[in-house]
């Protein structure tokens, strides 16, 4: 028990002369609204008391940082240590362009980097694909080769900066480019850090950049970890996210469960299909979370993730090693959250999603930018978005102490309460045999339309309240600059791949490709295949055409 | 007053996996009495005319977040006029800065809703402005 009986007894009497206040002053004049409840729709309570958290034990459930079951993060030392990685998405036109902005954010104090391509590379397809058109470059970098690899890492020192790269079918061809990259620059595949998003799952779950049905698509991203644990043993082979299942709709619990119910089903298929030791590759998979604007529900939602998943590695997949036991986890602030109505109020929603996942212990960390509802930021809204980090870091003092608010009565109860509904959504797709079968159900997609359908109505009825959206409208326009893609981009690009091909030894391409196919064929690791073709200059579709002949294709099921 | 429900396909075209907004619309369609198609996500232009032709539709709703709506809306309406079937009517949305509203309306988009328009609002401007024939 959390507290000894005479403190829950005074409380109790405490609390009950409250309440009757309350009473008495309710009947006066009536709260501003009846129900009060998070972004998600969870019900919070007007207070909370040590009898909200009488059942929790101190040693089992809280603890301190680095001690099981890391309720308060991994690290002994906290944000003192270091602090959190800056780690800024970012990516746009050409590889050129996007190495700019690169050297731009490490110059004004970025620590780490992140990709974003654009859609035909995300998808598997090059530039000039009929599928492609008019894709490219706008969400992100256009990569078709290793050339344009090459020209994406620029002056990038590879053993000295970590790179994320947000790639999910065809990663284990973007992390072939990088592999080869590193090699091109004399850097050993055991001194590369960083990290791949290869989470298939929430791609059919939410985020819909998929390729290949979710059996051979686990099977592949099963082969990187493989090979990461083998061959490159800095490199994080997997960022199990939520992000991007929270931006579909979903409530912050079930972003918390199907996050962390994809974790085990990844472990699951590397265990069974490569026969591995959990803790040979456990400790390099990676988490990414969300952080929307409801403040405490992020934090709890954070630390109930350290607490479930330690418990996940030790007592359901018996892992031994700690870092096994360890969720480290990148985030992002939340650009659901974001308006297109008065775009610089933007600033603010991301300072307030920034300090929750600094508050909830998070590794690394991107800062949205103001005008990211509209386009890809701009550089100079990208630099305040980098500095809202540094001045969370450097200047409001929250690093000074680890996991500051422990001990509220409500943020652990909040946080118990989250952990207790995704154990019960965990459970359930246990018993719908895994979340493989669940997707195909059409499980986890469907709760998040339930859930995104629900939150848009009590938009729409002001239940739920959204500034400049649906309460404090101005109905005048706050104009800021646009970044602009232009279409001139997609041209320049297909004339580089055509370059590529041109020069190219077409029969070592050949090759590489078909010793590709037959390792699919075979069930073999296709990481080594794939590294070959790059380095031949094959490009990414071609890779990922032979996914697409050896495995099918998967199309969206359209549920709605 | 025609006897059969309004038909809207809604529709994403391109390579975008962003559909939050798509599948609430669907559903929001449904709700409002519409018979509802849903394509899911990953269209190209064609198979996009060719299935409104095909379900015969009389709304078609684009939903792009990409940026790629410059190429990909115009490009279903130029299709669609090629089968014959322009009195299908096109509307689109999504993350459309203003300065590209006009060159949309020229290619024969004729509603853009952006990030603020409520279901409301694009019920209301189908119902005001599609007649079943």
């Not at chain 1, 301190?64 to 800024?88: E, I, K």
């Not at chain 1, 083998?230 to 979903?250: D, L, M, Q």
């Amino acid at each position: 028990m959390y507290f000894d009986k005479d403190v829950l007894t005074q409380s109790g009497e405490l609390r009950k002369k409250w309440e009757d206040e309350v009473k008495k002053t309710v009947a006066k004049s009536l709260d501003q609204k009846e129900r009060w409840s998070t972004v998600s729709d969870l019900e919070i309570n007007r207070i909370y008391g040590p009898e909200d958290i009488k059942d929790m034990d101190f040693a089992r459930d809280i603890g301190y940082p680095g001690q099981f079951p890391y309720l308060r993060g991994n690290q002994v030392t906290g944000y003192r240590g270091r602090y959190w990685t800056f780690r800024m998405f970012s990516g746009m036109g050409s590889a050129k362009d996007t190495n700019q902005r690169w050297h731009m954010l490490l110059k004004q104090g970025q620590t780490g980097l992140s990709t974003a391509f654009d859609f035909p590379t995300l998808m598997g397809y090059d530039t000039g694909d009929p599928k492609a058109r008019g894709e490219c470059g706008k969400c992100g970098v256009a990569i078709d080769t290793l050339e344009d690899f090459m020209q994406l890492v620029e002056g990038i020192p590879l053993d000295k900066i970590t790179t994320s790269m947000t790639i999910n079918p065809p990663a284990s061809v973007l992390w072939a480019m990088y592999c080869a990259a590193a090699e091109i620059q004399g850097v050993p595949l055991t001194k590369i850090g960083g990290t791949i998003q290869n989470d298939m799952l929430k791609e059919f779950i939410a985020q819909k950049t998929f390729m290949c049905p979710p059996e051979p698509s686990v099977k592949i991203v099963s082969d990187t970890v493989e090979f990461g644990a083998k061959f490159v043993p800095r490199w994080n082979t997997i960022s199990i996210s939520g992000y991007h299942i929270r931006e579909a709709g979903s409530t912050a619990v079930q972003e918390l469960a199907f996050t962390l119910r994809d974790g085990i089903e990844y472990v699951e298929d590397v265990i069974r299909r490569k026969g591995l030791e959990v803790d040979a590759f456990a400790p390099r998979l990676s988490f990414f979370f969300n952080s929307h604007i409801d403040f405490f529900e992020e934090i709890c939602k954070m630390r109930a993730a350290r607490r479930i998943w330690a418990k996940v590695m030790r007592d359901r997949f018996k892992a031994k090693d700690e870092r096994s036991w360890w969720m480290r986890f990148h985030t992002q602030t939340a650009g659901c959250s974001l308006t297109a109505q008065q775009p610089y109020n933007n600033v603010i929603r991301t300072a307030v999603e920034a300090l929750a996942a600094v508050l909830g212990g998070t590794q690394s960390l991107h800062t949205n930018s103001l005008d990211e509802v509209w386009c890809l930021p701009t550089e100079h809204a990208a630099e305040i978005a980098l500095r809202t980090q540094h001045i969370i870091a450097e200047e409001t003092g929250v690093a000074n102490t680890i996991d500051p608010l422990a001990g509220s009565y409500f943020v652990e109860s909040l946080t118990n309460k989250m952990e207790e509904q995704a154990w019960e959504y965990i459970e359930k797709i246990d018993e719908m045999g895994g979340m493989v079968k669940a997707i195909e159900k059409g499980f986890p997609q469907m709760e998040i339309a339930d859930a995104a359908y629900k939150y848009q109505r009590q938009l729409e009825a002001n239940e739920k309240i959204m500034v400049g959206v649906n309460k404090y409208v101005t109905g005048e326009e706050q104009k800021i600059p646009f970044l602009d893609i232009e279409d001139r981009v997609e041209k320049e690009q297909m004339a580089r791949l055509e370059a590529v091909r041109r020069k190219r030894d077409s029969k070592a391409v050949k090759r590489s490709l078909d010793d590709l196919k037959n390792a699919c064929k075979k069930g073999d690791n296709v990481m080594p295949y794939c590294i070959e073709a790059v380095k031949n200059l094959a490009s990414l579709q071609e890779v990922c055409d032979v996914y697409r002949e050896v495995y099918g294709e998967y199309s969206d099921p359209a549920m709605y | 007053m025609a006897d059969r429900k309004l038909r809207i396909m809604v529709a994403k075209p391109g390579l975008d996996g962003h559909d939050r907004g798509a599948r609430v619309l669907a559903r929001c369609f449904r709700d409002a009495g519409f018979e509802v198609i849903y394509t899911g996500c990953h269209q190209t232009p064609e198979q996009i005319a060719a299935s409104a032709v095909q379900e015969d539709v009389d709304v078609v709703g684009l939903s792009c977040l990409s940026g790629a709506h410059r190429y990909l809306f115009p490009r279903v309406v130029e299709l669609l006029k090629e089968a014959d079937a322009d009195d299908i009517t096109v509307i689109g949305g999504g993350v459309i800065p203003d300065h590209d509203f006009q060159m949309l309306y020229d290619a024969g988009i004729k509603a853009v809703f952006t990030p603020g328009s409520t279901l409301d609002s694009i019920v209301q401007w189908i119902n005001d402005n599609i007649k079943i024939q």
